[in-house]
């Protein structure tokens, strides 16, 4: 496009990246060690995320949309400042020395989008330059630090700074203008390693894992959601990582990726390459082993038929649900629909959605879990700022999280509710609720939930009969501990091991420096666990274990002893855990369960396991 040929509407300037410089001669060998997430080894160049200055191509404007363009900007100042607001009230988490350092560079960045000479400026382009918001931005930014960088004076290291800080906030303008996501990976090759600080949720869902073949972090734990996704996805991958980020990393460096033993191999040696290399056939021979258990039943060799159902994080994981064989989709975290995103979802557009994945499993069972926002899964990163409430919490996980967030926001709860039961008619579907803790809740949730069933009914809707029922999430010691008096409200029970270790231990699931202490083999977990599962079978609920722990085949023994019968996982975890479901005796598994139930020691309790009879390889050893 010339410089000033006038887009049509709709199409104003993405920024271009520009192009990666080629590698430069290798250096010596490293190793990063960190947290093994997501089985599997890539092999690659690797990429940061951190954002390139973005090259916006100089765009005019007609001057009738002089009004629509300033408006454009104000919402992105709007969205910007609201961005690091958020920022600003989480640096109440970190060590008081490193609140000095950065509130005042964010108490810099927002004074800049008020009434600036930043964005006096910028306005000015619009109006009188007739140029495009993203235009007036990038060049005026550009103005400002040239300005800075030529003030006479002894402090050039300063200067910079100031510079630097302009374009930083160019850029997150930019950003919001186009709708980019805080972190956007269209601009990495084919087949690269991903490297990044720190990945949200958010960040992950908009990765393609046909392009990109491995991701470490520096920042994250083996439970926390961006894990959960990238298991999804069938990355291999490596969080927590200390030293992984863009200034350690030669953009296109050869990495490797040991998603199995936790490890980052950057400008590797010969050997350590030809080692990934046939490491990635073994795998590769291996996943295909596996594959062949598709048709195969999960049932033990005395006769015990267990459910294996997947979890479902993306749409795009279905196709890795039909290969695996899961009977089901036993958990469906809806908060995909509203990550990435200015608006939320309507009645109808969730209909679609749930509609075609309900369709999609042809007549097997969908669990559709309703939006589980709050905690870690509210997202700088998403683009939907200001679709749901932000709260700046000092606890985000103990606050306003799961069905809390919901009964405060019926307009929310009804709405997807009413698209599920719409959706149900394509096929069986149940509902459940994240983050229950109390009675109240699972009752009140049943009240909106007929009223929506009558609301549907009034308006002529078709619905199934029987309608879906309605479950809870076991992930919080009060309902675990409560879960023989939630049965009477609950038609079923999903156990979520991942937010119930979390909270028993008071761990959090995603932080890397706790993650030794995040042990679902604690007693105290395996408790919760068991107290939850014999609860359901004395009332007849049916009951399911849909957290990590039910992935790992090591653990199918003790969960099968425990009385459950039912699991849900991601996908790729589906035939390991058939093929150890299918070397077990559910008798044997019972005695087993009692002699670890005895223990107190989580190191004890993983040694029976390990030593289990015929003992189960790793998730993906
Ligand atoms: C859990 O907490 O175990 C669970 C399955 O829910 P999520 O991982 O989505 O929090
Ligand atoms: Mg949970």
Known sequence: MSRTETPPRGQRPRPRRSQAPPPRRAAPEQIFHGIAVSPGIAIGPAFGTSEPPAEVSHHKIPAADIEAEGARLEAAIAQSRKQLGKLRARLSLLPEDSQAEIAPLIDAYIRMLGPSRLVRGIRRRITEGLVAAETAVTEEADAIAAAILATAGDDSTGRRRRAD??????????????????QSFSSLPDGAVLLAEQLRPADVA????????????????????????????????????????????????????????????????????????????????????????????????DGQAIELQANLELPRELPLIAQSG???????????????????????????????????????????????????????????????????????????????????????????????????????????????????????????????????????????EPLPPLGIMIETPGAALAADALAFEADFFAIGTNDLA??????????????????????????????????????????????????????????????????????????????????????????????????????EIRAMIDSFPGGFPGPES
Not at 165 to 177: C, K, P, S
Not at 273 to 284: I, W
């Open 326 to 464: 899961a009977a089901g989709i036993g958990l469906l975290r809806s908060e995909f629909l509203f990550m990435n995103r200015e608006d939320l979802p309507d009645e109808d557009a969730q209909t679609d959605h749930y509609r075609g994945i309900v369709e999609a499993m042809a007549g097997d069972p969908v669990t559709i879990r309703v939006l589980d926002w709050g905690g870690e899964k509210e997202a700088e990163s998403s683009g939907g700022e200001g679709i749901l409430p932000g709260f700046a919490e000092a606890n985000p996980a103990l606050g306003m999280r799961g069905i809390r967030l919901l009964l405060q926001r019926p307009d929310l709860f009804e709405t997807q509710l009413a698209a599920i039961l719409r959706a149900a008619i394509a096929g069986p579907v149940r509902i459940l609720l994240p983050m229950v803790t109390s009675l109240a809740e699972v009752r009140a949730a049943r009240e909106t939930y007929e009223r929506v069933v009558r609301r549907l009914r009034r308006r002529g809707e078709r619905l199934p």
């Open 502 to 603: 979390m909270y028993a231990l008071a761990v959090d699931r995603s932080a890397a420096d706790v993650a030794a202490l995040y042990d679902p083999l604690h007693p105290a977990v395996l408790r919760l666990v068991q107290f939850a599962t014999e609860a359901a079978l004395r009332t007849r609920r049916p009951v399911s274990a849909c957290g990590e722990m039910a992935a790992n085949p090591c653990f199918t023994p003790l969960l099968i002893g425990l009385g459950l019968r039912s699991f849900s996982m991601n996908a790729s975890a589906v035939p390991r855990v058939k093929q150890a479901i299918r070397a077990l005796r559910a008798d044997d598994c019972a005695r087993f369960a009692h002699r670890v139930m005895e223990r107190g020691d989580p190191d």
């Open 206 to 301: 908009l990765i393609d894992p046909s392009r990109i073949v491995g991701v470490a972090a520096a920042v994250g734990g083996r439970e926390g959601h961006t894990a959960v996704l990238l298991r999804a996805l069938g990355l291999p991958a490596v969080l927590g990582a200390a030293g992984i980020a863009e200034e350690t990393v030669r953009p296109g460096a050869v990495a490797i990726i040991d998603g199995t033993a936790g490890t980052i191999t950057l400008d590797p040696s010969e050997e350590s390459l030809a080692a990934a290399r046939r490491a990635v056939s073994a795998f590769a021979r291996e996943r295909a082993r596996l594959g062949r258990l598709r048709r195969l039943s999960a049932e033990t060799i």
């Open 165 to 182: 800080e302009v374009h930083e906030i160019a850029r997150r303008l930019i950003r919001n203008l186009t709708r980019q996501p805080y």
